[in-house]
């Protein structure tokens, strides 16, 4: 049974490589850096937990041993707290490239359509560097470079493009000039298989895409119809500068871990367009790929899409409101703490408790407030407002039970607050 190891094999299109070449025939293991991730796709495989970009040639010549076939689906979209583009697409593939040299692999590297050395975003210039290290000193290799791929997965692009087409109400008509082609997650994956069975010439270079082009606001009105929403009842124009500052604001978070679609990098690819000639592909004896219309009618709209693109769109929202209200909460209690303390003081309870309950309270406020807007730490936080939320509900029963009967609500108002962080708590997650 011939082996084939996917890198990045629990991303977006490094898990459709992995179940189609399971498929195929191939005996499958994956490469990525979370276990836990890995775990959920469900796939019965051999994981190989390792920081792709940390990977010796020594480590690679042992990974690589009795592999006939490595496909490369790793990548990251834009600097940030998890992401070095030079590490994962260049450094990454200098050491799998060395590595392989003497070995009898095949590297299908996943690129993307429109890479160039000179192109407008680092991301292009890095993964236009790892295909040409490739290219000019590996053996046995195949380039695949699809346009936006589209997936009954969520993830990047495709969720962006569900959120946006979700919107109540409304449908923003924005990048009107930028023009699209799409490809189906599957069609990648096939084109995947064919190279690693050999099909496929070695040195092959070629776009992985439908053949018709779309502009960006006929592909969300697409996707709306596909989702099942009505019709928008109105289609404003967002100004160019509220894209940027949207894009700035999304590069910021990526500093926080997050990995926000409308980060600059992916909103300057949108606007440059994202086109790809599927001629060549085909030429090489490739399958064709099918259209937007073909792949939309083979991913079904379910209840279950529209409650995910409604959620993806109120989420951050959750985030940001839960962050102001607990570094609120926190910041006013230490600019006249001596007002919180008068609650506990007016009760008679004893002055050695009050100063440290009061102050305590205030720097986890804080720390839980700014916990929260970390990447890493996120899920963790709102579990900890749901946790300091109920030790604050207990005390005010034991302490200050006549708070729960103040005409302005100040205990029943918290229980909202913790049906937002159980909401939080529960949406999060990795993919």
């Not at 499958?28 to 940390?54: C, K, Q, Y």
């Not at 990648?188 to 040195?203: D, K, R």
């Not at 991913?299 to 839960?322: C, D, K, N, V, W």
Request: charged fraction near 15%; aromatic fraction near 6%.
């Amino acid at each position: 049974m011939p082996k084939a190891i996917v890198l990045g094999g629990y991303g977006l299109i490094g898990l459709a490589c992995m179940r189609a070449l399971s498929r195929a025939g191939f005996e499958v293991s994956g490469v990525g850096r979370s276990i836990r991730s890995a775990n959920a796709v469900g796939l019965s495989v051999e994981w190989i937990i390792r920081d792709i970009p940390t990977i010796t040639i020594k480590e690679w010549l042992a990974i690589l041993n009795g592999v006939d076939v490595i496909v490369n689906a790793s990548g990251a979209l834009q600097d940030g707290a998890r992401d070095d583009l030079e590490a994962i697409h260049v450094i990454a593939m200098e050491r799998l490239v060395e590595a392989a040299a003497a070995l009898p692999v095949r590297i299908v590297h996943i690129s993307a359509a429109g890479v160039s050395e000179s192109a407008s975003t680092a991301f292009f210039r890095t993964k236009a560097q790892g295909d040409m290290i490739l290219s000019s000193r590996a053996k046995n290799w195949i380039i695949l470079r699809p346009t936006l791929v589209l997936s009954q997965e969520a993830y990047g692009g495709t969720a962006l493009l569900r959120a946006a087409s979700a919107l109540p109400l409304i449908q923003p008509h924005v990048l009107p000039n930028a023009q699209i082609q799409t490809v189906y997650v599957e069609d990648v994956a096939a084109a995947v298989v064919e190279s690693a069975q050999g099909q496929i010439s070695s040195g092959t270079i070629a776009d992985i895409t439908e053949q018709n082009a779309h502009s960006f606001p006929d592909l969300l009105a697409k996707v709306r119809k596909w989702q099942g929403w009505a019709a928008p009842v109105a289609c404003p124009t967002i100004p160019a500068v509220f894209v940027s500052a949207a894009g700035k604001i999304a590069d910021l978070l990526g500093y926080l871990g997050w990995r926000s679609p409308l980060r600059t990098t992916a909103l300057a690819a949108l606007a440059d367009g994202i086109r790809g000639d599927p001629n060549t592909w085909e030429s090489a004896g490739g399958s064709s790929c099918r259209s937007l219309d073909d792949t939309l009618a083979l991913l079904p709209a379910t209840r279950q899409e529209r409650l995910f693109s409604r959620a993806y769109i109120a989420l951050p929202f959750a985030i940001g409101m839960l962050a102001i209200f607990w570094l609120l909460s926190g910041l006013i209690t230490l600019i006249d703490p001596a007002r919180a303390m008068s609650i506990l003081t007016e009760r008679s309870v004893s002055s050695w408790v009050i100063a440290p309950t009061v102050l305590g309270g205030a720097v986890a406020d804080i720390l839980l407030g700014i916990g929260i807007l970390w990447r890493p730490w996120t899920r963790h936080a709102a579990f900890g407002m749901l946790a300091l939320s109920s030790i604050y509900l207990i005390g005010s029963l034991i302490v200050a039970p006549d708070l729960w009967a103040d005409s302005l609500g100040p205990m029943v108002k918290v229980l909202p607050g913790m049906t937002l962080a159980a909401l939080v708590w529960l949406l999060m997650e990795e993919r």
